[in-house]
């Protein structure tokens, strides 16, 4: 039977149809504010989908993206900031 509740509980971790561990997941899509990944269980066969909701951020792992170096391929940007590397 399937047990969504359980499933979701037990943190996606076997096959929601016969309760194997043998499970393995594909690709994870992004959509706004939720992931898809398609699953399926080794033991019974049985495929479906867990879904995943944007439930919180990370500030600070957010920072370090955006303080990635601008590459300085951009001469637009480097001229406005003075060209402080020459090569
Ligand atoms: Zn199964």
Redesign the pocket.
Known sequence: MLDKKAHIKGKGLS?P??G?SSIQGGFVEIEAGKAFQGME?I??E?EWQDLYELIDINPYLAQEVTNERIPNKAPGLASVLGQRDRN
């Open positions: 096959c149809f016969c194997s269980c033991e019974c049985a």
